[in-house]
């Protein structure tokens, strides 16, 4: 039984820190990229003249990193919890 409450106190971590670092990552990547092109990056529902080339990497970029550091917050929050015991 105590098992299973510390699996699911991981589960519920690893989203929490996932969804932390996702937000973060975004963040990041928003202020690098204004400081790089001298704007913020193109989002989907702007009617703003972005050329396709800069949508494309704006958003290979942030899907990058963004599933990098889920993958990396979701496994630390499970080492951490397995460690812990």
Known sequence: MADDKKTMIAKVAGVGAAF???WLAQKLL????KATTGHTP?????EGDARFA???IATALSGAIVALVRVMATRGA???FSTSA
């Open 30 to 33: 928003a202020s690098v990229w």
């Open 78 to 80: 499970a080492k951490y």
């Open 20 to 22: 932390a670092a996702a």
């Open 42 to 46: 193109p989002k989907p529902e702007d």
């Open 54 to 56: 800069e949508i494309a």
